[in-house]
């Protein structure tokens, strides 16, 4: 079983920054580690992944050169900086952990979920 934490959501104004954290706890270390997000109306929607060993990483497009997904294995934290936000990126943040690595990473693919953290951006 692992649990998923996620924190360091809040309101920040467009180009402005945030950092997301998700604590996991549990026999977490093999898991990717993914955020996904869901707006009000929207599906939920991939956002970054990271493999459970670092190496490697998946970027939705619409974060790529803005979000940097990073992992500490010590602390069993995975981190979400996100720059530049942009009102579109409103939305609650969730992370979510499954077994190996996928080129796809869909979220019917998840394992556990995190309750999530809401981030509000202002224009």
């Known amino acids: 079983q692992v649990q998923l934490v996620e924190s360091g959501g809040g309101l920040m104004q467009a180009g402005g920054s945030l950092r997301l954290s998700c604590a996991a706890s549990g026999r977490s270390f093999t898991y990717s580690i993914c955020w996904f997000r869901q707006a009000p109306g929207r599906e939920r929607e991939f956002v970054a992944a990271?493999?459970?060993?670092?190496?490697?990483?998946k970027y939705a497009d619409f974060v790529k050169g803005r979000f940097t997904i990073s992992r500490d294995n010590v602390k069993d934290t995975t981190y979400l900086q996100m720059n530049n936000l942009k009102p579109e990126d409103a939305a609650v943040y969730y992370c979510?952990?499954?077994?190996?690595?996928?080129?796809?990473?869909?979220?019917?693919?998840?394992?556990?979920w995190g309750k999530g953290t809401l981030v509000t951006v202002s224009s």
């Open positions: 979510a952990a499954r077994q190996g690595w996928s080129a796809t990473l869909l979220k019917e693919t998840m394992d556990y």
């Open positions: 990271v493999s459970w060993n670092t190496e490697r990483t």
